[in-house]
Nanobody, 128 residues
């Protein structure tokens, strides 16, 4: 059983930075796993933001390329999303998601239905 717990969201002004972590338990780093961040706003459906598999392959949605970076700690227990130069349109609830026995080659990374485990989310609010 995989459990995901996000934290570290908050309120920042445009141009600011945040680095929320997602703590993962039950996910073994040396297995082939996929982790991703999604976000949801009242105006839009939940969308994929960033992806990282255990081989180090990453993907980003176009709107965050060059500003967001995903990484994983050496123990494989924490997934980070470093968000820089935040914009008001980045406001939303950010969710961590996981799928076991997975690589970038075996998953359409932005399809939320393919992920097996989800966290409860952490709110990010960016003000102008």
């Amino acid at each position: 059983q995989v459990y995901l717990v996000e934290s570290g969201g908050g309120s920042v002004q445009a141009g600011g930075s945040l680095r929320p972590p997602c703590a993962a338990s039950g996910l073994t780093y040396n297995r082939r796993d996929c982790l991703a961040w999604f976000r949801q706003t009242p105006q839009k459906e939940r969308e994929a933001v960033a992806f990282l598999d255990s081989d180090g392959n990453s993907k980003y949605t176009d709107s965050v390329k060059g500003r967001f970076t995903v990484s994983r700690d050496s123990a494989g227990e924490i997934l980070y999303i470093e968000m820089k130069n935040l914009k008001t349109e980045d406001t939303g609830m950010y969710y961590c998601a996981a799928r076991e026995r997975c690589t970038i080659a075996t998953i359409t990374w932005f399809q939320e239905a393919l992920y097996e485990s989800w966290g409860q989310g952490t709110q990010v609010t960016v003000s102008s």
